[in-house]
């Protein structure tokens, strides 16, 4: 595919230069933030040869491409030359909202996405390794107590432990705030001065009662401090002198941030994290089975819309509680998609869709990205959508009444299942799900009913 050429036709579509305001990119699409999202020719990019679908979601212009798009994010970042600032970067703080309305909800799912997009890469890598170095203790290769095992597990626990250092610099880009001062913010959290206060019994700030409290693998206090700290150094940078705002606006954000962290928000964030963590065990508790099934049968929604990140701050509070059920029932669903390219895959005797079929069954497979299925196949074949929704609710329900949590974050696929405890009903639990949309597509038969004519052929 000649990625140069997709650019080009692509920047053309969304309005050219002139409208695009943001751009960064995840998994598998781009995240556009246009001026004017009516300018782009939402129809004609979605014809395009490598564009699997375009969703417009959380006030941003989603194109949906596949495995290779940071292939095609590198190509536009030619293009676009510095006229616009790459979110993966050094975000734009805000939209035109003269232009485009965004609601508080949809501005709250964008800031999370464009600010965990950054970091998937080095927590999906160090999950990964944490699955590896799982296996070869399994096989006896590795002992814990031996020097190489804990060196590897420093590597795989490092990005997990000081994960509030590098969302203080991501999120603080996201919203237009000076990113290394934001993970100043986060290190504080995690300096020996502070975290020594924790076994004391009592701590305060000039009198002032201080909650010190773990904050490694924290999710929300950080979140929550860098929201204020953006807040704090827009107004510095109004009523602060151009002469030394170079050293007043890092140093009053960090005097003012840090003790409120400390001392309200920080907290806050923590007891937030352990309310859902505590709701979602009670829904458990009352009802494994409707738990599972709803998790299971409505996650590729939420994938469909781009809104599957606002999912992942949760999980990764609750892996620093002692594991994720919501990631295990989300498994039910990822494994259900893949059934479906499966299927696709063997029975299909087009050409251009077993194409599809074969690298997004893959993808799934090894590296748990499925919005090649959802946007390739399922979307364009609507009837097997009931069956991915059956499919992962079954083995949502399973895997939700067996009590399996993720340990460790990755994605959702073949090599992660290690991360999985207790593992052998989680791999029955997808094992299900695949299963089940597997031969409900193969006896559905939807590419017989649709006609393949309802397919564009598109590589």
């Known amino acids: ?95 035109n909202t003269e232009k485009q309305k965004v609601g508080v909800v949809s501005k709250v799912f964008e800031v999370i996405s464009g600010s965990l997009s950054p970091l998937i890469g080095a927590l999906a890598g160090a999950g990964m390794l944490k699955a590896l170095i799982a296996v070869l203790v399994m096989f006896n290769v590795l002992e814990k107590t031996e020097s190489t095992y804990l060196i590897l597990s420093a590597a795989a626990n490092a990005v997990f432990y ?15 705030a000076n990113g290394y001062v934001g993970g100043v913010i986060g290190a504080s959290l995690l300096e020996p001065n502070f975290t020594g206060l924790i076994d004391s019994g009592s701590a305060d700030f000039f009198g002032i009662p201080v909650i010190a409290i773990n904050y490694s693998s924290s999710v929300f206090p950080i979140f929550i401090a860098i929201a204020l700290l953006a807040l704090v150094e827009k107004y510095l940078k109004k009523v602060c002198p151009n002469s030394i705002q170079l050293f007043m606006v890092p140093m009053v954000s960090i005097l003012v941030v840090v003790p409120l962290t400390m001392i309200l928000f920080g907290p806050f964030g923590v007891y937030l994290g352990n309310w859902i963590a505590d709701g ?16 299971g049968g409505s996650m590729m929604f939420l994938v469909l819309f781009g809104l599957h ?62 919005e090649p299925v959802i946007y390739g196949l399922i979307m364009r074949f ?39 405890e207790p593992v052998v009903p989680y791999v029955i639990g997808i094992s299900i799900s695949f299963g089940l949309s597997f031969i409900g597509t193969l006896l559905l038969n939807p590419e017989k009913q649709n006609g393949t004519s309802d397919v564009a052929a598109k590589a």
């Open 382 to 420: 609507r009837k097997t959508i009931p069956v991915v929704v059956v499919s992962g609710a079954v083995g949502g329900a399973f895997i939700s009444t067996m009590n399996v949590k993720m340990v460790a974050f990755a994605f959702h696929s073949i090599p992660s299942i290690p991360l999985f």
């Open 1 to 95: 595919m000649n990625y140069s050429n997709l650019a080009k036709n692509l920047l053309h579509l969304v309005g050219d230069k002139e409208n695009v305001d943001a751009l960064t990119h995840c998994a598998t699409r781009l995240r556009f933030t246009l001026n004017d999202n009516s300018r782009a020719k939402k129809a004609d990019i979605q014809n395009l040869e490598g564009i699997l679908s375009v969703v417009e979601s959380g006030g941003q212009f989603q194109v949906i491409i596949g495995n290779h798009v940071s292939h095609v994010h590198s190509a536009l970042q030619e293009l676009l030359s510095g006229d616009i600032k790459d979110t993966d970067a050094t975000a734009k703080t805000t939209t």
């Open 162 to 176: 000081f994960l509030p250092i590098l969302l203080g610099v991501s999120v603080a880009i996201k919203l237009g």
């Open 309 to 370: 990140w606002g999912i992942v701050p949760i999980i990764i509070a609750n892996l620093a509680l002692g594991g994720s059920s919501i990631a295990a029932m989300w498994a039910a669903s990822t494994f259900a998609q893949i059934g479906v390219a499966a299927a696709f895959w063997l029975r299909s005797k087009d050409q251009n869709i077993k194409a599809i079929a074969g690298p997004a069954a893959m993808s799934g497979f090894l590296a748990g990205v499925t």
């Open 280 to 295: 979602l065990n009670w829904l458990i508790a009352h009802s494994s089975i409707l738990t599972g099934a709803v998790v």
